[in-house]
């Protein structure tokens, strides 16, 4: 069974930085590739990038596109997002999930079958 443990969460300034990390326990056929989510109050929850592990292929959504990174360390199953340019629309509850690497690119919540128990990141002066 495939499980992820998200970490790295917190509290930052506008303009700061912030990593998440999500380790994950295995991959499998059906399940490699990793998306990052995110839940603002109020709001539906929305993919934010997302990596196929089989060949680093990596997905945005357009409004962090240039400010975040997602990446993978393959030695130790763990994905990383990287978030620069931090702004208060960034305030969420951020999820790490797995799932086809054949729907990587959607972006789609529907599309990843596991989630980890998310973390919280919020930006404010």
């Known amino acids: 069974q495939v499980q992820l443990v998200e970490s790295g969460g917190g509290s930052v300034q506008p303009g700061g930085s912030l990593t998440l990390s999500c380790g994950v326990s295995?991959?499998?056929?059906?399940?490699?590739?990793v998306g990052w989510f995110r839940r603002a109050p109020g709001k539906d929850r929305e993919g934010v990038a997302a990596?196929?592990?089989?060949?680093?292929?990596?997905y945005y959504k357009k409004s962090v596109r240039g400010r975040f990174a997602i990446s993978q360390d393959s030695t130790n199953n763990t994905v990383y997002l990287r978030m620069n340019k931090l702004k208060p629309e960034d305030t969420a509850l951020y999820s790490c999930?797995?799932?086809?690497?054949?729907?990587?690119?959607?972006?789609?919540?529907?599309?990843?079958?596991?989630w980890g128990q998310g973390t919280q990141v919020t930006v404010s002066s």
């Open positions: 999930a797995a799932g086809s690497g054949a729907y990587c690119y959607t972006l789609f919540e529907l599309d990843f079958d596991v």
């Open positions: 295995k991959y499998t056929d059906r399940i490699n590739c």
């Open positions: 990596i196929f592990v089989g060949d680093n292929t990596t």
